[in-house]
């Protein structure tokens, strides 16, 4: 049984746009945010779930890569890829969309961590039908090619 998430579907609001009358780079990162929010719910950390275990996913790291200019009449969505998974974590792929442009206009990769809250916050490991539902969408994710993404370190040259 292969499953994979739904494609993001979300609005660009007015406020999202800057004085150069694109996409406010903080602005990619928020729907980044909302496609998770909506992939939680897709994998089944849904609300009823997280109210019930306590348990809901952390960003542990997020590097994004602006590649094109996202205007304010663009239509956008958000794919996700599975790169890796293991009993306590989601490393993801996020790739945004505009219906203009061929290729992503940005790619955002992210380290989730499955936690439980209370007065200590722990890791914690899947249970099991959302480990065999992320199970498979890795295994499905790997039948096709990933977009060049990567963690990149950033230097400027020495002088």
């Known amino acids: 049984m292969s499953w994979r998430p739904s494609v993001y579907r979300c609005g660009i609001e007015p406020q999202w746009i800057d004085y150069n009358g694109h996409l406010r780079d903080a602005y990619y990162t928020l729907v980044f945010s909302q496609a998770i929010d909506a992939l939680m719910d897709e994998v089944g950390l849904d609300p009823g779930y997280r109210a019930r275990t306590s348990c809901t996913l952390y960003t542990l790291e997020t590097h994004v890569h602006y590649l094109n200019e996202v205007k304010s009449t663009?239509?956008?969505?958000?794919?996700?890829?599975?790169?890796?998974?293991?009993?306590?974590?989601?490393?993801?792929?996020?790739?945004?969309?505009?219906?203009?442009?061929?290729?992503?206009?940005?790619?955002?990769?992210?380290?989730?961590?499955?936690?439980?809250?209370?007065?200590?916050?722990?890791?914690?490991?899947?249970?099991?039908?959302?480990?065999?539902?992320?199970?498979?969408?890795?295994?499905?994710?790997?039948?096709?090619?990933?977009?060049?993404?990567?963690?990149?370190?950033?230097?400027?040259?020495?002088?």
């Open 74 to 159: 663009d239509a956008i969505s958000v794919s996700a890829r599975a790169i890796g998974v293991d009993s306590k974590r989601i490393h993801l792929a996020l790739a945004l969309h505009c219906a203009r442009l061929a290729e992503p206009a940005a790619l955002g990769e992210f380290m989730l961590l499955h936690v439980q809250q209370g007065s200590t916050v722990r890791s914690a490991v899947f249970p099991p039908e959302i480990q065999q539902r992320l199970e498979h969408w890795l295994a499905a994710d790997a039948q096709s090619p990933l977009a060049a993404l990567g963690s990149r370190t950033m230097t400027l040259p020495r002088r």
